[in-house]
């Protein structure tokens, strides 16, 4: 019973000994014996993350090196020197900030004005239009109308 209870974790440690190609061989021969025991070995893989990347790990690896960024070396000068460069840059990302604000607003009102003129400009239309009298022909505003060949017979 001890033997058949243990058997799994052992042939886990076989197969992380030989890679991920003996993972994936099992699974394989798993889905060609009785799909549903590849499916198992598979959704094992994933959810003990048997096939990620060796380089997804290094994020931890990355945030530890940030981390250290903004420790003091033991350099006074050159730590004051990246003090200074690092508020240097904060207020050019500030001020380039500010200028992209500005650029954005700018562009919305003149939008917005010429949005507003082109509404003006179809109420005034739509005005002398309704202001012109029934009979008369639709034209622009002043434009008179002229006789055609059968008036003038």
């Known amino acids: 019973m001890n033997s058949v209870a243990t058997w799994p974790s052992m042939a886990e440690r076989w197969l992380d000994a030989r890679g991920r190609g003996a993972w994936i061989a099992t699974?394989?021969?798993g889905f060609i014996l009785f799909w549903p025991i590849g499916l198992a070995l598979l959704f094992y893989m994933i959810w003990s993350k048997r096939m990620s990347s060796p380089l997804?790990?290094?994020?931890?690896s990355r945030r530890h090196r940030a981390d250290?960024?903004?420790?003091?070396t033991g350099n006074s000068a050159f730590d004051s020197y990246r003090q200074e460069t690092i508020r240097r840059l904060e207020d050019e990302q500030e001020a380039f900030q500010a200028f992209l604000d500005r650029l954005r607003a700018a562009k919305d009102k003149t939008e917005f004005d010429q949005f507003m003129e082109e509404r003006a400009r179809a109420v005034r239309t739509d005005e002398a239009q309704d202001a012109a009298p029934k009979g008369a022909p639709r034209g622009t505003p002043g434009e008179t109308a002229r006789p055609g060949p059968a008036?003038?017979?």
């Open 27 to 29: 699974m394989v021969i």
């Open 68 to 72: 250290t960024l903004w420790q003091p």
């Open 56 to 60: 997804r790990h290094c994020g931890h």
């Open 151 to 153: 008036a003038e017979a």
